[in-house]
T-cell receptor
Framework: DTGVSQDPRHKITKRGQNVTFRCDPI?????LYWYRQTLGQGPEFLTY????????KSRLLSDRFSAERPKGSFSTLEIQRTEQGDSAMYLC????????????FGPGTRLTVT | TQLLEQSPQFLSIQEGENLTVYCNSS?????LQWYRQEPGEGPVLLVT?????EVKKLKRLTFQFGDARKDSSLHITAAQPGDTGLYLC????????????FGKGTRLHILP
C-alpha cells in the first residue's frame, strides 16, 4: 500500500513536553498539508508545502508549532511546550496538485496532552 | 472569511431509506470535494466536482455541484449500515494562498 502514512498513530505526553510527528506522503505528490481536528469538528488547516517550500501557515499555528519538509518528501510537525489544548487528531494529506482540494489523507496521529 | 456550512449536523435513519445532506457557502469554489471519515481514521476522498451543475454518481451516492459553484449536495439511495460515518465537504479556491476549507461535517448513522 503506497498511501499516506503517519507516525506515531497515538501519542500521550505530559504538558510542557515537546512532540514530533512524521508524515510520509504518496511519493509522486508535490503538495503536503497538515490539519488539526478536534471532536465534532472538521479538519482545520494548519500549513502546507509545495515540494520543500512552506507556502502557507494558518494563524492557528502558534510559535510553538513548526513544520518542515526538508527534501520535498516526508514532513515533520513539531509542537514545543505542549498544552492541554493541543490535544487533537493531527492529520496529514498529500495532493498531486493538479486539482486543488483533491487530497489523500493519512490515518492521523492522536495526541493527548495530560 | 470563507465558510462551508453543512446540514444537517446529525442524521439517523433506517436502512433502506434515502437521504440528502447539504454543503453551502457564500463563496465561489473552483472545486469541491466530499470525504467520508470513520472514527479514529483520516478522511477518505469520495469525489471531486469542478463544473457548476455537475452531477457525479458513485454507486448509490449522487453528488451535485450548484450552478454557481457555491453549494453542493450528496444524496444516498437505499442507505446501508456501511454508509455510517462523518461526511465532510471541502472547498478550494485558486487564490494566492490556495487554502482548502472544510465544513464541520454531517454525522450519519444508518440503523439496521
Amino acid at each position: 500500500d503506497t498511501g499516506v502514512s503517519q507516525d506515531p498513530r497515538h501519542k500521550i505526553t505530559k504538558r510542557g513536553q515537546n512532540v514530533t510527528f512524521r508524515c510520509d506522503p504518496i511519493s509522486e505528490h508535490n503538495r503536503l498539508y497538515w490539519y488539526r481536528q478536534t471532536l465534532g469538528q472538521g479538519p482545520e488547516f494548519l500549513t502546507y508545502f509545495q515540494n520543500e517550500a512552506q507556502l502557507e501557515k494558518s494563524r492557528l499555528l502558534s510559535d510553538r508549532f513548526s513544520a518542515e519538509r526538508p527534501k520535498g518528501s516526508f514532513s515533520t510537525l513539531e509542537i514545543q511546550r505542549t498544552e492541554q489544548g493541543d490535544s487533537a487528531m493531527y492529520l496529514c494529506a498529500s495532493s498531486p496538485g493538479a486539482l486543488l482540494g483533491e487530497q489523500y489523507f493519512g490515518p492521523g496521529t492522536r495526541l493527548t496532552v495530560t | 472569511t470563507q465558510l462551508l456550512e453543512q446540514s444537517p449536523q446529525f442524521l439517523s435513519i433506517q436502512e433502506g431509506e434515502n437521504l440528502t445532506v447539504y454543503c453551502n457557502s457564500s463563496s465561489v469554489f473552483s472545486s469541491l470535494q466530499w470525504y467520508r471519515q470513520e472514527p479514529g481514521e483520516g478522511p477518505v476522498l469520495l469525489v471531486t466536482v469542478v463544473t457548476g451543475g455537475e452531477v457525479k454518481k458513485l454507486k448509490r451516492l449522487t453528488f451535485q455541484f450548484g450552478d454557481a459553484r457555491k453549494d453542493s449536495s450528496l444524496h444516498i439511495t437505499a442507505a446501508q449500515p456501511g454508509d455510517t460515518g462523518l461526511y465532510l465537504c471541502a472547498g478550494g479556491t485558486m487564490n494566492r494562498d490556495d487554502k482548502i476549507i472544510f465544513g464541520k461535517g454531517t454525522r450519519l448513522h444508518i440503523l439496521p
